[in-house]
C-alpha cells in the first residue's frame, strides 16, 4: 500500500530552526513535494525534489533519500507566519501526488 | 508563478440543489486539472483527475453522476455538486498542471467552501 508518515503536530520558537520529516512508501516513485497550508486555504507549492540530496530556497530547504523514503523539511530564522500545516507529498508512478494528513507547526514568540 | 483562479470562494446552499465550481488556469494551458476535497483538520483527497477533452477519473469512492466534472477547455474545469446534503459541505480545491513530468508542479486555486443547509 501507500502511506505517508508526518508527525502531527511541532512547536518552535521564533527566530529557531526545524526540521519536519516524512517517511513514504509508494508504488514508484517520481518525485516528492512539500506544500504549506494555512487553516482554511488551499496549499501553496514549496518544494520538489526528484534526485537524492538538498535543495536550498532562501529559508526553507527540502532533502531526500530515494533509497530510504525519506524527506525534510528544514525551514530556518522561523516566523510567525511560517505557523502552518506542511504537507509532503510524493507522486507515484502514475503521477498521482500521495497526500498525508500534514504536520501542524506552531511558532511561539 | 502560475494562477489557477477558483470561483466562488463559499457558497451556501439548500439540501438538495446543485452547486457549480469552477477552475480558471488564467496564464498557461491546464491539461490535467485534479479535484480535492478537505474535511477540517484532515488531509486533501483526490476526488478525480481530469484531462482536457475527456471523461474525468474519479477516486474510490467517489460518486461520478454525484460530481459532476466538465474539462471542456485547457483553462477550465467545473465541479457541481448535484443534490447536495449536509455531509458534502467540505473544502473543495482544484489543481492544474501544464504537465507534471515536464515541470514539477502544481498550482492550486484558492478553494471553495460549500455548506449545505
Known amino acids: 500500500g501507500q502511506n505517508i508518515d508526518q508527525p502531527t503536530e511541532m512547536t518552535a520558537t521564533e527566530g529557531a530552526i526545524v526540521q519536519i520529516n516524512c517517511t513514504y512508501q509508494t508504488s514508484g516513485f517520481n518525485g516528492l513535494f512539500w506544500y504549506q497550508q494555512h487553516a482554511g486555504e488551499a496549499p501553496t507549492f514549496l518544494s520538489y525534489?526528484?534526485l537524492d540530496g538538498l535543495e536550498e530556497k532562501g529559508r526553507f530547504s527540502s532533502f531526500l533519500s530515494r533509497s530510504k523514503g525519506y524527506s525534510y523539511l528544514l525551514l530556518k530564522e522561523l516566523q510567525m507566519k511560517d505557523s502552518a500545516s506542511y504537507l509532503c507529498a510524493p507522486m507515484d508512478s502514475n503521477y498521482q501526488l500521495i497526500w498525508g494528513a500534514g504536520t501542524k507547526l506552531i511558532i511561539k514568540p | 508563478g502560475a494562477v489557477v483562479s477558483q470561483h466562488p470562494s463559499w457558497v451556501i446552499c439548500k439540501s438538495g440543489t446543485s452547486v457549480k465550481i469552477e477552475c480558471r488556469s488564467l496564464?498557461?494551458?491546464?491539461?490535467?486539472m485534479f479535484w480535492y476535497r478537505q474535511f477540517p483538520k484532515q488531509s486533501l483527497m483526490l476526488m478525480a483527475t481530469?484531462?482536457?477533452?475527456?471523461?474525468?477519473?474519479?477516486e474510490q469512492g467517489v460518486e461520478k453522476d454525484k460530481f459532476l466534472i466538465n474539462h471542456a477547455s485547457l483553462t477550465l474545469s467545473t465541479l457541481t455538486v448535484t443534490s447536495a446534503h449536509p455531509e458534502d459541505s467540505s473544502f473543495y480545491i482544484c489543481s492544474a498542471t501544464s504537465g507534471l513530468a515536464d515541470t514539477g508542479e502544481l498550482f492550486f486555486g484558492e478553494g471553495s467552501r460549500l455548506t449545505v443547509l
Open positions: 496564464d498557461f494551458q491546464a491539461t490535467t
Open positions: 525534489n526528484v
Open positions: 481530469s484531462n482536457e477533452g475527456s471523461k474525468a477519473t474519479y
